[in-house]
């Protein structure tokens, strides 16, 4: 019977430490003994938990071409597969009588006339090899973690850090001399918001900066180093994002702001060159999702129309004025009266001052715990050096202590942001909804613009019908309108809905003060006002 030998190791590492040759010898004896005749000795350098094993998959082609039963020998079961998979496919060309399979040292032989006992032995050898490889991968994971925890990077370190080896053997990331400063004039270039990121690569091409191996860098190479936070102390994994040891290359501050501009914080609005349009890409067609985009007419008439990109629609031409007025006819409905407004903003200024003694004493209480915190460290320091504790527990209680203090400084930041004239901020909203028509109509075509995409979203053309939805606060001002109905009667604690409604506006802006978007703002407010009672 011709056989097919295979000597397979996981790694290069034991590829060169002579485990192949040493297979090979033993699967030629054993081969000798049994009266087999070698064929084909397959070395194979690949790990068998793999989804594709192209090596694998070679000798099972050749098994289900030949028209003659071969024998496949193998050291032991694992060399040959450490999960079930390929069971599957070895057992059902067993039962062809296409192969033969050897396992040398566990003694096994398995063919067409294999009893359950045999096929046991085989699934248990199976179930064995896959259990080492799972206590394997979860030596790996939690050896991991507990790097990730200390601030060992255990990948590849950043274009602008070196992987060395210290005095002490161990080894860690320092920055390369030869590239640190212009990483550094990277980032702060960028963050002067005057570079966009193709610019950028052209102006670091000038000044020098290449990869390790010479190669210029390209623009999603910039970009991603723009987005990875290990220059700013932290490490970002599928585990999560760490606090790392090494040394920073920017300010947490820095990176930040960055990332604001990357998202589009601070850019220079996109001006078109050509003849400016009102309605230049706010509009899509309701049937295909095809933009609708404007078309001049007559040498002076705007027209607008489905593109009809995708084939399937038809094409109806509208004069810009008639989809305006459809849309200018609300900017009357969405007008407050102008005691309302008043009402509304000196409500928010009575509940603002009761709520800054409320801010003032969450950041007394933080900055408290912010010292403890300190105190522990400088202490916990002390007992490491008096030998008291262990350097591994000390870096576990200082890692902890300093992810507690970031939380901590993150909060008070947020506080010391809060908008402390929030109450100003509705009212200008509320203000410029009640002028909105006056507005727009006195206004230029980026102005126009503006105001249009302040209060409606989703606009649509159907047919000849520009169908629409209004953002918030504007379509809370349109049902309170179409429902007055109930509007000064009492809820069960006695208030009007209309002196209920007011207090969950201030309560919502005192609880989000941060906010200054006023679709935020009203977002909250309308949050808060579903735990009252029914709407009207």
Not at 154 to 173: C, D, F, H, S, W
Not at 254 to 277: E, M
Request: glycine share 4%; proline share 3%; with cysteine.
């Amino acid at each position: 019977m011709k056989a097919i030998l295979l000597a397979r190791v996981s790694s290069k590492e034991q590829e060169e430490g002579q485990s192949i040759p040493a297979q090979e010898r033993r699967l030629r004896e054993y081969s000798e003994r049994k009266g087999l005749v070698v064929d084909e000795v397959f070395k194979i350098t690949e790990s068998s938990t793999k989804e594709t094993r192209k090596e694998f998959e070679k000798i099972l082609i050749i098994i289900r071409r030949s028209r003659e039963t071969i024998a496949l020998v193998a050291d032991t079961i694992d060399r040959v597969q450490r999960s079930f998979k390929e069971s599957v496919v070895l057992d059902n060309l067993r039962k062809e009588g296409k192969v033969e399979i050897h396992f040398m040292r566990e003694g096994l032989v398995l063919n067409l006339r294999s009893n359950s006992a045999d096929i046991l032995r085989w699934d248990m050898g199976v179930m064995f090899a896959r259990s080492y490889v799972l206590q394997l991968s979860d030596n790996v994971k939690r050896s991991k973690e507990e790097s990730l925890k200390k601030g060992i990077c255990i990948g590849r370190a950043p274009l602008g850090y070196l992987r060395i080896v210290n005095e002490q053997g161990e080894k860690t990331i320092i920055p390369d001399p030869a590239t640190k400063l212009l990483v550094q004039e990277m980032f702060a270039q960028y963050a002067t918001a005057n570079y966009s990121l193709q610019s950028l690569t052209a102006f670091m091409k000038d000044r020098g900066l290449t990869t390790s191996n010479g190669r210029s860098l390209v623009k999603s190479q910039i970009e991603s180093m723009l987005k990875n936070p290990f220059y700013a102390g932290e490490m970002s994994t599928k585990q999560g994002v760490f606090p790392h040891r090494y040394e920073k290359l920017i300010s947490q501050e820095q990176f930040q702001k960055i990332q604001a501009i990357l998202s589009g914080y601070k850019k220079k609005p996109f001006r078109f060159l050509a003849r400016p349009f009102v309605l230049r890409g706010l509009i899509t067609c309701a049937h295909c999702g095809c933009v609708v985009s404007p078309e001049i007419k007559k040498g002076k008439y705007v027209y607008y129309s489905c593109t009809n990109a995708k084939g399937n629609c038809s094409r109806t031409y509208l004069r810009e004025e008639l989809l305006l007025n459809q849309l200018v006819q609300y900017f009357d409905n969405i007008a407050l009266p102008e005691a309302l407004i008043q009402t509304i903003t000196d409500y928010l200024k009575q509940v603002h001052t009761s709520e800054q003694k409320f801010f003032q004493e969450e950041c007394t209480r933080l900055q408290k715990e912010l010292d403890k915190i300190q105190i522990r460290l400088s202490k916990m320091y002390d007992d490491r050096l008096d030998g008291m504790i262990d350097d591994e527990m000390y870096q576990k209680k200082f890692q902890e202590g300093k992810a507690r203090q970031k939380e901590l400084v993150s909060q008070m930041e947020r506080h010391v942001r809060a908008d402390e004239h929030f109450y100003i901020t509705a009212n200008t909203v509320l203000r410029l909804a009640s002028r909105a028509k006056d507005l727009f109509e006195s206004s230029e075509v980026e102005e126009k613009r503006q105001l249009l995409n302040f209060v409606f979203q989703n606009l649509q053309l159907d047919g000849e019908k520009l169908v629409h939805t209004l953002r918030e606060p504007f379509s809370m001002i349109m049902n309170m309108k179409e429902c007055p109905s109930g509007w000064g009667q009492l809820d069960s604690n006695q208030r009007s809905r209309k002196t209920r409604d007011l207090q969950s506006l201030a309560i919502a802006a005192m609880r989000y003060p941060q906010n200054r978007n006023a679709q935020s703002l009203v977002s909250a407010f309308l949050a808060e006002r579903s735990t009252w009672a029914p709407k009207c």
